[in-house]
């Protein structure tokens, strides 16, 4: 197989760094890693061809700091940056600093990233493309939808009544998102979500929509070339959420039907299409109990959650982005992929869930991963590593997959039995009590999920 690029920057870290220079090993690219000073024994900086240290541990002078890692690629002569998942993933100016620079950008478009990481602006396209958008404060006579005063948040929380979500427009990752139930605590939360925005994206704006209850959270995997080539990997079931993050995917969801399923999938190429979308990326969608669907947000790069489509349908998704970015047509038709069995990820996170979920960082005395059968882990930990308190607490993707959903979760179990992590807190006793919930056996998973939940 050529070489479509010659050397692959890695601008990230943890197990999604290891895991791109593993595809690029693989298609027989060079890698060079970036890092931080307390990353500096991290694997993908031992697997990587080259390393390069780009600033002191706090983020926003490292991984967060474009002009280094921008620096890095040039010094070390690397052709194409990948910017893993998070951090300066969907940062328009970012891929922009990399086109001015003549180094490609293994992602989305600058022009996907910028019309997608603005709020407003991806619902008026997604309803220019016809997909249904949550009802709320999006209207062609409200310039962009943002909630300027408490008295416009109440009166459109009146509309379409309570509850309601007041959210930053330039808001991502489950951050920028506040709820209120009645017109007191409203103007409580529009206060609080506008201070919270902007000290966390530089931008105060905010939107206000209607909160859908009992909603399930379904969204479909992309891939598509710059010859104008779309297809979808199926969908997953991604309910399982603390504050509008992730705690456990599935692929495919066990609760939709097969209708459902089609004419989601369906929906999610046309929204693709229609502002021209390139490489990887998935578009979301929620979905109430009488399968009413609505569009929420598309995320322009590849999302920690990719393994359980991986797992099911065979394809190496980050494999893809490098080609797609290579400007490679996509060699994946619709007809000829089909999914296999079913798949399940536990994020396992240096977490205290009995504690509020408190992070809890430190050394890893003892790193003892499962295998067997149907059982992947992408985790850059192992003995005597050292979890930084810097970052995101993610430690490993526990992935099980079986030939049905009650043999995924069978296998799940036994490896969350087997997995031993000692020295720090982490969130497999909270995973291994889901496996056991009765509402997770049955398919009965919500976004409100973990509200009720005894664990």
């Given at each position: 197989?050529?070489k479509?690029?010659?050397?692959?920057l890695?601008?990230?870290?943890?197990?999604i760094a290891?895991?791109?220079?593993?595809?690029c090993?693989?298609?027989?690219?060079?890698?060079?890693?970036?890092?931080?000073?307390a990353d500096?024994?991290?694997l993908?900086?031992?697997?990587?061809d080259?390393a390069i240290c780009?600033?002191p541990p706090e983020?926003?002078?490292?991984?967060?700091?474009?002009?280094?890692?921008i620096a890095?690629?040039e010094?070390?002569?690397?052709?194409?940056?990948?910017p893993?998942?998070?951090?300066?993933?969907?940062?328009a100016?970012f891929?922009?600093?990399?086109?001015?620079s003549?180094i490609?950008?293994?992602?989305?478009s600058?022009?996907?990233?910028?019309?997608m990481?603005?709020k407003?602006?991806?619902?008026d396209?997604?309803?220019?493309a016809?997909l249904?958008?949550?009802?709320g404060?999006?209207?062609?006579r409200r310039k962009?939808?943002?909630?300027?005063?408490?008295?416009e948040?109440?009166?459109?929380?009146?509309?379409?009544?309570?509850?309601?979500?007041v959210?930053?427009v330039?808001?991502?990752?489950?951050?920028?998102?506040?709820?209120?139930h009645?017109d007191?605590s409203l103007?409580?939360?529009f206060q609080?979500?506008k201070?919270?925005?902007?000290?966390?994206?530089?931008?105060?704006?905010?939107?206000?929509?209607?909160?859908i209850q009992?909603?399930?959270?379904i969204?479909?995997q992309?891939?598509?070339?710059?010859h104008?080539?779309v297809?979808?990997?199926?969908?997953?079931e991604?309910?399982?959420?603390?504050k509008?993050?992730?705690?456990?995917?599935?692929s495919?969801?066990?609760?939709?039907?097969?209708?459902?399923?089609?004419?989601?999938s369906?929906?999610?190429?046309?929204?693709?299409?229609?502002?021209?979308y390139?490489n990887?990326?998935?578009i979301?969608?929620?979905?109430?109990?009488e399968?009413?669907?609505?569009?929420?947000?598309?995320?322009?790069?590849?999302?920690?959650?990719h393994p359980?489509?991986e797992m099911?349908?065979?394809i190496?998704?980050?494999?893809?982005?490098i080609?797609?970015?290579?400007g490679?047509?996509?060699d994946?038709e619709?007809?000829?992929?089909?999914c296999?069995?079913?798949?399940?990820?536990?994020r396992?996170?240096a977490?205290?869930?009995?504690?509020?979920?408190?992070?809890?960082?430190?050394m890893i005395?003892?790193?003892?991963?499962?295998g067997?059968?149907?059982i992947?882990?992408?985790?850059?930990?192992?003995?005597?590593y050292i979890?930084p308190?810097?970052y995101?607490?993610?430690?490993?993707?526990?992935i099980a997959?079986?030939?049905?959903?009650?043999?995924?979760i069978?296998?799940?179990r036994r490896a969350?039995d087997e997995?031993?992590?000692?020295?720090?807190?982490t969130?497999i006793?909270?995973?291994k009590?889901i496996?056991?919930?009765?509402?997770?056996l049955?398919c009965?998973?919500y976004?409100h999920?973990?509200?009720?939940?005894?664990?």
């Amino acid at each position: 197989m050529r070489k479509m690029f010659n050397k692959v920057l890695v601008a990230n870290r943890g197990e999604i760094a290891l895991r791109v220079i593993r595809a690029c090993k693989e298609l027989g690219i060079k890698t060079v890693a970036v890092y931080s000073t307390a990353d500096r024994n991290s694997l993908h900086v031992k697997y990587a061809d080259e390393a390069i240290c780009i600033g002191p541990p706090e983020a926003a002078e490292s991984y967060l700091k474009h002009s280094n890692i921008i620096a890095a690629a040039e010094v070390t002569d690397a052709d194409a940056i990948h910017p893993g998942t998070g951090f300066l993933a969907e940062n328009a100016q970012f891929a922009e600093g990399c086109e001015g620079s003549w180094i490609t950008f293994i992602g989305p478009s600058v022009e996907n990233i910028a019309l997608m990481g603005d709020k407003i602006q991806a619902k008026d396209a997604m309803a220019k493309a016809g997909l249904k958008l949550i009802p709320g404060s999006r209207s062609r006579r409200r310039k962009r939808g943002v909630v300027q005063t408490e008295e416009e948040a109440q009166k459109i929380a009146h509309d379409v009544g309570y509850p309601v979500m007041v959210k930053a427009v330039a808001g991502g990752g489950g951050r920028g998102i506040r709820v209120a139930h009645n017109d007191i605590s409203l103007i409580n939360v529009f206060q609080t979500a506008k201070a919270e925005a902007k000290a966390a994206f530089g931008n105060p704006e905010v939107y206000v929509e209607k909160m859908i209850q009992n909603a399930r959270h379904i969204e479909v995997q992309i891939l598509a070339d710059k010859h104008g080539n779309v297809i979808h990997l199926g969908e997953r079931e991604c309910s399982i959420q603390r504050k509008q993050q992730k705690l456990l995917e599935e692929s495919p969801s066990a609760a939709i039907s097969d209708e459902l399923r089609e004419n989601i999938s369906k929906d999610a190429v046309k929204a693709a299409k229609s502002i021209k979308y390139t490489n990887a990326g998935t578009i979301e969608f929620l979905v109430d109990n009488e399968n009413n669907y609505y569009f929420l947000e598309v995320n322009a790069r590849i999302q920690v959650e990719h393994p359980v489509t991986e797992m099911v349908t065979g394809i190496d998704i980050i494999k893809e982005q490098i080609r797609l970015a290579a400007g490679e047509k996509l060699d994946i038709e619709q007809k000829t992929i089909t999914c296999s069995g079913h798949a399940i990820e536990c994020r396992i996170n240096a977490e205290d869930a009995e504690n509020g979920f408190t992070p809890s960082p430190g050394m890893i005395q003892i790193y003892h991963p499962p295998g067997g059968p149907g059982i992947r882990i992408d985790s850059h930990a192992y003995n005597k590593y050292i979890v930084p308190p810097y970052y995101d607490s993610l430690v490993a993707k526990l992935i099980a997959h079986g030939k049905n959903r009650n043999e995924a979760i069978v296998r799940m179990r036994r490896a969350l039995d087997e997995f031993v992590i000692e020295g720090i807190k982490t969130t497999i006793p909270f995973h291994k009590k889901i496996m056991e919930d009765e509402r997770f056996l049955n398919c009965q998973v919500y976004t409100h999920f973990l509200d009720s939940f005894e664990g």
